[in-house]
């Protein structure tokens, strides 16, 4: 069986806004979510900033009495499935239910939930733990308690690998509806990782930019004085359709998916390959498991963390992936504005490039005011540009070096 799969919905938080339409209305102005970090004080840490989600209230999405069951990152996956659940439309009904499955990433969990629990435990001993801090805290919760939620019964998983997890969540979600064990799957990613203990190991990792008197310009993929990746926290979740599925009940469609690839680098536990190899073969397997040629493909939403590596790396992917042709495509990094969500990324990057390819607007990748001379391809500067767009790429690249790429097409019937 190898039936078509389009995305029907969209629900999308981020430090940019909560919601789909305040994060596309920020992401095409080119506005920055990076700002001083608030959730605790920062005095001693190197990076002082990141791109914390405002005026969040669980109590939108979840009842009162259950938010002390679930850590932010659940509540940021409740909330975002929401929003795509809203979008599409799509009811579940009782005999739905088998066949609408969930899968939803997380690099970390509930980190948050961990760090009180364990403050808990050293000062009270273990009587004092929350007997709520397991189903908060672990990372396949987010999909269960989103199951629950809408009543999908269909399969119920989740990915945790780095930061490719939640782009794997829709990949693999993808390949479920393909081959026919599910007709719909709400998929993506949510993390909510700006803590004490996330922000100390990724400082000492010395992953993080320490820009912190301009927070606004601190994530600049690309550019030659970019000095590391700013954390971001929120989610991604995506509602994808089997098509004739989707076309019965009239749902909108903003894309189909039509691609999806894997690798492994198989070098380092933190650093990409140093010939960026691992990253041009889960393009081109994308592209390929596509029947696509590269010269079709029109925009990547990149990785683009804004970290020395990687985004040499990528680059340089990216040339040896498309050859000339790489110089003819609009790349752009939206992290540059939303910061880095870790496990979440690729659910929001799928979001918005799924919503690239049905506006026909490429965002901007924003801060890139000294060009690295390694990296001297088109990443859309500044502004946001319209332009046609048949195909997007999107890159996921993670810790471990494990890879993930999702190939968008125009929905054309």
């Given amino acids: 069986m190898n039936r078509r799969v389009v995305i029907t919905g969209i629900g999308l938080v981020s430090s940019l806004g909560i919601g789909t339409a305040a994060n596309w209305a920020a992401l095409l102005a080119g506005r920055s979510g990076v700002t001083r970090i608030t959730r605790f004080d920062v005095t001693g840490y190197a990076a002082q900033i990141a791109a914390e989600v405002k005026d969040f209230d669980p109590l939108q999405f979840v009842e009162k009495k259950d938010v002390k069951k679930m850590d932010v990152f659940i509540q940021y996956a409740i909330a975002a499935a929401q929003f795509a659940m809203d979008d599409s439309k799509l009811q579940i009904t009782p005999e739905l239910a088998p066949d609408v499955g969930v899968c939803i990433g997380s690099g970390i969990g509930g980190f948050t939930t961990i760090e009180r629990e364990h ?24 999909a269960g308690q989103v199951s629950i939620r809408f009543g999908a019964k269909g399969p119920n998983l989740a990915t945790c690998t780095a930061c490719s997890a939640s782009a794997h969540a829709v990949g693999d979600s993808f390949e479920i509806v393909k081959r026919g064990d599910a007709d719909a799957m709400i998929a993506g990613g949510s993390e909510a990782a700006i803590t004490p203990m996330s922000v100390g190991g990724f400082g000492q990792l010395r992953a993080l930019s320490t820009r912190n008197d301009e927070p606004e310009r ?119 504005m939303t910061g880095h969500l870790l496990g979440g990324a690729g659910g929001l990057e799928a979001g918005i490039s799924a919503l690239a390819v049905y506006h026909q607007r490429v965002p901007p990748t924003i801060n890139l005011d000294n060009p690295d001379p390694e990296c001297d391809l088109d990443y859309v500067p500044h502004t946001g540009r319209e332009m046609p767009i048949r195909y997007a790429l999107s890159n996921s690249f993670g810790f471990g070096g494990t890879n993930a790429a999702l190939l968008f097409k125009k929905y054309e019937g």
């Fill in 119 to 142: 403050t808990a435990l050293l000062e009270g001993g273990p009587r004092k733990v929350s007997p709520f801090f397991i189903p908060s805290a672990i990372i396949n919760l987010a």
């Fill in 218 to 336: 601190a994530s600049r993929p690309f550019d030659k004085d970019r000095d590391g990746f700013i954390i971001g926290e929120g989610a991604g979740i995506v509602v994808l359709e089997e098509l004739e599925h989707a076309r019965r009940r009239g749902a909108t469609i903003y894309a189909e998916i039509v691609g999806y690839g894997m690798s492994a680098d198989a070098y380092h536990m933190t650093a990409p390959s140093e010939d960026g190899d691992g990253g041009r073969r889960v393009m081109a397997m994308a592209i390929r498991k596509a029947g696509v040629r590269p010269d079709e493909i029109d925009y990547i939403n990149a990785h683009g963390t804004s970290t020395p590596y990687n985004d040499k790396l990528e680059t340089m992917a990216i040339k040896n992936c498309f050859g000339e042709h790489a110089h003819r495509l609009a790349i752009s990094s939206t992290k540059s």
